[in-house]
């Protein structure tokens, strides 16, 4: 990259924390803000940053402010950078939900030089101990630039996420909602339901059983349960009707293998042959998505 930023991260956790450790060694200057000053104080000793408060006025001169707080605070947290920042700084986000941000930004009477975004990248941990500087490597990060949304930022904004190891897709907030629920919100709902009946199973003997014998198996698909809470809440709460959606659509084709398993044995084998081919080119060795 050419020119130097000044670049601001406002929620120094899981996803801000790998944002900065990544632009650790770049020409840019680092300014972090976070809710508790321990974090602060964290982030100066590792040196991700090199300015750092609870509180919000250190964005002031920033040129690139990221918001990575939690997805309900998000829109009060960027209703207050649009006071704070400077009128040609670019405001981005990473929020897992898109179309009630763009939808504030987009109907605001005056001008918000944003752009959303969303990395396709996480765990189920939180805070900063839990970030990783490899943590975007060959990820897709999702831009959702809004109306006010000048080319020249949004090609500033590509070359500091191509920096952090990922590649931009830009979408429709809208579009990007539908499919995060298909392959992110709803997985998520699937696997906390799957360790919540099994779990609570009625048969106790039986679901105790289960339980002492669950090997990698139940652990990889119940992975997603585990995802921080308020991470989890949130994204459920706000793509809701995605949600739900593709859960009713989901029984419907899950009816279609159901009937196959019992009446039509030979269907049943090759729409597993097929599948499992086409899961298994999804995914490199590394796990990374190679399938577009
Ligand atoms: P996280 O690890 O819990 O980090 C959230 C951070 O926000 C915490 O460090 C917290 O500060 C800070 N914070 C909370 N309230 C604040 C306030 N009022 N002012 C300033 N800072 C505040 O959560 P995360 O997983 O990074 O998620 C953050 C965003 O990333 C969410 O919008 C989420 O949708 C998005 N995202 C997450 C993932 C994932 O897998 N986790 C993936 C893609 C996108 P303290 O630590 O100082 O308390």
Redesign the pocket.
């Known amino acids: 990259m050419q020119k130097e930023f000044s670049i601001a991260v406002?929620?120094?956790?899981?996803?801000?924390?790998?944002i900065l450790k990544k632009l650790k060694n770049t020409k840019n200057k680092l300014i972090g803000?976070?809710?508790?000053q321990?974090?602060?104080d964290k982030a100066l000793k590792e040196q991700i940053i090199s300015e750092g408060s609870?509180n919000?006025g250190i964005i002031k001169d920033a040129d690139i402010i990221f918001?990575?707080?939690?997805?309900n605070?998000?829109l009060?947290?960027l209703k207050e950078v649009i006071l704070i920042a400077k009128p040609e700084c670019i405001i981005t986000?990473?929020?897992?939900?898109k179309g009630f941000i763009m939808d504030f930004v987009n109907k605001n009477n005056a001008p918000v030089n944003f752009i959303g975004g969303?990395?396709?990248?996480?765990?189920?941990?939180?805070?900063?101990d839990?970030?990783d500087s490899n943590m975007f490597e060959k990820a897709k990060w999702v831009l959702t630039p809004s109306k006010w949304a000048q080319n020249k930022d949004v090609d500033i904004l590509k070359q500091i996420i191509n920096e952090l190891g990922a590649e931009v897709v830009v979408t429709d907030a809208y579009e990007h909602d539908k499919a995060v629920a298909l392959i992110s919100h709803f997985p998520l709902f699937l696997s906390q339901s799957l360790f919540d009946f099994v779990n609570n199973y009625p048969d106790k003997e039986t679901g105790r059983l289960a339980m002492k014998l669950a090997a990698s198996g139940f652990r990889d698909m119940t992975r997603l349960a585990a995802?921080?809470p308020?991470?989890a809440t949130?994204?459920l709460f706000q793509n809701r009707e995605n949600v739900v959606l593709a859960y009713k659509e989901y029984i419907e084709h899950s009816k279609l293998l159901e009937n196959e398993l019992v009446e039509q044995e030979e269907n049943f084998i090759k729409h597993v042959n097929e599948l499992v081919d086409s899961r298994k080119k999804m995914y490199s060795p590394e796990g990374k998505n190679i399938s577009y």
């Not at 406002?10 to 790998?18: H, Q, Y």
């Not at 803000?33 to 508790?36: D, G, M, P, Y």
């Not at 969303?118 to 900063?128: D, I, Q, R, Y």
């Open positions: 406002i929620g120094l956790g899981l996803i801000g924390g790998s803000v976070s809710a508790r321990e974090t602060i609870t919000i918001i990575c707080t939690p997805i605070i998000t009060d947290m986000d990473v929020a897992g939900v969303h990395p396709m990248a996480g765990t189920e941990n939180k805070g900063l839990a970030s995802t921080n308020t991470l949130d994204m």
